[in-house]
């Protein structure tokens, strides 16, 4: 007979039937293995589905089922069209129900690889995993894929349902081969516990009732795992973190810090940290809209009135004063990424930590790893659905806490720039020391000493456009004429820094984002010795070129977008680069096989196809002049 891994006693010391709280859990694995279905059932045999929703549900069946005359359990949870039409789960299907032990949140997430991301959203609010496996297939590259982000995403337990045993006859073996196989793939990841249990969902066996069809088999049902898995938070026992939300000002004389205690507790007369700044108070008053507390604990929502006056903002962090968050500006973090565009070392996103947003690069892609073998890869680029470990840099110092001990104040998203979308979920791993080692340096001179000895406005003018477009010789009348009127300038080439700074880079796009980083960050630097820099360069990217506008102060970055058609572009040729790339001779060439983004609001814009340089450069400088 094949016993469990129990994930947890089912009694007390007395004997008695231990009640829980609530239990968060998600079904996942492969498609077509049977979640929805299974779901579907414990609903159903558990009581929990109303006569209405069972005629409704019957009717759907006739429609859209798979299961000949019997209700298809998988469209009680297929709510949208879209997934009942071709029968597979898109969106992640929440439900929530109780048991006279337990209440739970059940989510249904997808299984094909395309919906991972969805797949995570819900692993990142699970207490326990219920991983199914169809018994005819065993392990597949998406179960070791959701396994793996399970894991990721600190799910500490995981009961492995071995459905479809009907199809197998029962087959004590089969069950046995494919629990062994899960907790040998599985044994790196530290599940804390690790539960197998054969059922068929279709009909039920072993999902609230115990099987009559597996003799063999006399461990509990999954409701009874599910009623007794003991995955009670330890956040309460954690230090004390509470982001916050909204700085509450209804009048002038009370100023409440609102948001969710993320762990821990705290107490009136407790003393705190503001993180990242590092400002101590003591905790005056506990406000809820039912009055005072003396005591707020992991998950409540309260306003907290500290007694001395510091200055706290919406982003900021509580922490407790004896035992602080991490406080740094770069980090080692395990992503997945969610974007259907690559990620690219180097370029900005937005990163939302706890209720901050704040700029953050991935600075290296560290490894990538392959889900099937856990293997490390190596990597330049991350593609949809990819985990990596990366090391990543913030734009100023934020306070975190490694994700395996706070899933609050350890995890964050990117958001794309340009489109605003969700593209990765992170999961921060430690600090990096090195930064440590790093302090600011106040110098004796200033850029505006520097620029008023010049007498002139430092800038950035930043010419972007096609190669052939002409922005390489608008750029050098420019500085000619800006010299000639004693100003002091410096130009930056897109091919001359490649012959020194950047002569290690090529023309993937990574290679292209890290070219424009480099330069942005060397024309910084002139801008601080008070220079005029041009910079031409094709530039390709929006992001990257916004990059380089916000590494500046506002008014110091003109984007001058150098237009002419591509055919244009073409027919001029000076480097007979086209000529190579129609022949196949350079790949990834701007305009011919690499995209080119063009400005949507340049600060200026000049048209070589229907104006001289001369003219165009007489433009720019007098924009220099204003």
């Known amino acids: 007979m094949t016993e469990p891994t129990p994930i947890a006693d089912q009694v007390d010391d007395a004997g008695t039937a231990v009640a829980r709280g609530q239990l968060r859990f998600l079904t996942c694995g492969s498609v077509d293995d049977g979640k929805s279905t299974l779901i579907g059932r ?38 949208l069209e879209a997934e009942r039409e071709q029968g597979i789960t898109i969106d992640v299907a929440h439900r929530f129900f109780a048991t006279p032990r337990r209440s739970f949140v059940v989510m249904d997430a997808p299984g094909h690889e395309q919906y991972t991301r969805n797949m995570a959203t819900a692993a990142s609010t699970a207490d326990l995993a219920v991983l199914l496996i169809d018994a005819r297939k065993g392990l597949l590259d998406q179960t070791r894929r959701h396994a793996a982000i399970c894991a990721l995403f600190r799910v500490r337990h995981v009961v492995l349902a071995v459905n479809k045993m009907d199809l197998v006859d029962w087959s004590e073996p089969v069950f046995a081969g494919i629990a062994q196989a899960f907790r040998d793939f599985a044994a790196p990841f530290g599940f804390a516990g690790i539960a197998a249990v054969p059922l068929s969902a279709r009909f039920g066996d072993n999902v609230v009732r115990p099987s009559t069809a597996a003799a063999w088999y006399g461990g509990p049902t999954l409701l009874d795992l599910l009623e007794t898995a003991d995955v009670e938070s330890d956040a309460v026992a954690a230090p004390f973190r509470l982001p916050v939300q909204w700085v509450a000002r209804p009048n002038a004389d009370f100023r409440g810090l609102a948001g969710t205690v993320a762990s821990g507790r705290v107490t009136p007369g407790d003393t705190v940290v503001v993180q990242p700044g590092g400002r101590r108070a003591r905790l005056a008053r506990i406000v809820t809209a039912d009055g005072d507390r003396e005591v707020a604990t992991a998950g409540d929502a309260v306003t907290l009135v500290l007694a001395d006056e510091v200055d706290v903002a919406r982003g900021d962090l509580l922490a407790a004063a004896d035992r602080p968050a991490t406080v740094g500006d770069q980090m080692a973090a395990h992503l997945l990424w969610m974007g259907e565009q690559p990620l690219l070392p180097g370029r900005s996103y937005l990163m939302r930590l706890g209720t901050r947003w704040i700029g953050a690069t991935v600075t290296q892609i560290k490894h990538r790893i392959d889900v099937r073998t856990l293997a490390p890869l190596a990597a330049r680029r991350l593609l949809l659905n990819e985990i990596a470990v990366c090391n990543l840099s913030t734009a100023a110092p934020v306070a975190f806490d490694p994700y395996a001990d706070n899933r609050t104040t350890g995890a964050f998203v990117l958001v794309d720039r340009e489109t605003n979308d969700t593209v990765a979920a992170g999961m921060i791993d430690f600090g990096l020391r090195r930064a440590d080692n790093l302090h600011p340096e106040r110098l004796a001179v200033d850029k505006a000493a520097r620029a008023a000895q010049k007498r002139q406005r430092p800038c950035v003018l930043w010419f972007t456009g096609l190669s052939g477009a002409g922005k390489s010789t608008i750029a050098r009348l420019v500085e000619r004429r800006l010299h000639a009127e004693g100003l002091h300038t410096y130009m930056l080439d897109g091919d001359n820094v490649r012959f020194g700074l950047n002569r290690d880079l090529g023309f993937t796009d990574a290679d292209r984002v890290e070219n424009i980083r480099r330069v942005g960050e060397v024309a910084k630097l002139m801008v601080d010795a008070g220079l005029i820099v041009l910079c031409a360069l094709i530039s390709p990217f929006r992001a990257e070129r916004r990059l380089v506008r916000d590494l500046v102060e506002p008014g110091e970055f003109v984007e001058i977008f150098v237009d002419a058609p591509l055919d244009v572009c073409m027919a001029r040729d000076p480097k007979g680069l086209y000529a190579k790339a129609r022949a196949g001779t350079i790949k990834n060439f701007t305009g011919f096989d690499s995209p080119y983004e063009p400005p949507e609001a340049p600060d200026l814009r000049l048209d070589t196809a229907t104006e001289t340089a001369e003219a165009l450069a007489e433009r720019v400088v007098g924009w220099v002049r204003r």
């Open 42 to 79: 414990l609903l159903l045999d558990s009581r929990r589905v109303f006569d209405d929703h069972l005629a409704a549900l019957a009717r759907d069946s006739r429609r859209w089922g798979t299961t000949g005359d019997d209700i298809d359990l998988a469209l009680l949870l297929d709510g």
